[in-house]
T-cell receptor
């Protein structure tokens, strides 16, 4: 398994500002994912971030709103830009690792964002 | 496309009661199935998994059996504890489609009262 940390753990931001969330893994991984969990909802995949290439965004998410960096195999950032109250969510990063013959995803503790 | 359907919550049980959370899925390939648990204020933890038909995943007293004929992966526990109060997510990863991305159900909130 992998140990994942995220910073900040929570934040309260004003609308119109941007917040960058950091995700650090204790081992080198190829694939990292960013998810959004809106209040009382399930997880929605925002994008897949592979080192050395552009992030791949899911339908409904765009790079201008959620720019992602992946400078190396242990680190990634997600920026939530020009925030509005609708962006209030938990943002989670996850990594894919091989456990035997099966790929598993391991999740960070999440960043709880409130936009006022 | 892939989808996961879980029973609606919230579920409230007394301590030592039997738990079942239903989960059914639709997938185009040969999915692996997972249950994740999210304790209050925390991220997701993998609870158990199964990779092929008739596999049984188990952990911490929880069990789920991969039933291909009914496309189901119901979560069960014989005697729940207050510490099991959490949100439980069923998920699949469809290897046959060449993607290891997870598709999640909506989650079922479990509250166990003393």
């Amino acid at each position: 398994s992998a140990v994942i940390s995220q910073k900040p753990s929570r934040d309260i931001c004003q609308r119109g500002t941007s917040l960058t969330i950091q995700c650090q893994v204790d081992s080198q991984v190829t694939m990292m994912f960013w998810y959004r969990q809106q209040p009382g909802q399930s997880l929605t995949l925002i994008a897949t971030a592979n080192q050395g290439s552009e992030a791949t965004y899911e339908s409904g998410f765009v790079i201008d709103k959620f720019p992602i960096s992946r400078p190396n195999l242990t680190f990634s950032t997600l920026t939530v830009s020009n925030m509005s109250p609708e962006d209030s969510s938990i943002y989670l990063c996850s990594v894919q690792g091989l456990a035997g013959l099966l790929y598993e995803q391991y999740f960070g503790p999440g960043t709880r964002l409130t936009v006022t | 496309g892939n989808s996961v359907t879980q029973m609606e919550g919230p579920v409230t049980l007394s301590e030592e009661a039997f738990l079942t959370i239903n989960c059914t899925y639709t997938a185009t390939g040969y999915p692996s199935l997972f249950w994740y648990v999210q304790y209050p204020g925390e991220g997701l933890q993998l609870l158990l998994k199964a990779t092929k038909a008739d596999d049984k995943g188990s952990n911490k007293g929880f069990e789920a059996t991969y039933r291909k004929e009914t496309t189901s992966f119901h979560l069960e526990k014989g005697s729940v504890q207050v510490s099991d109060s959490a949100v439980y997510f069923c998920a699949l990863s469809d290897r046959g489609a060449g993607s290891y991305q997870l598709t999640f159900g909506k989650g079922t909130k479990l509250s166990v009262i003393p």
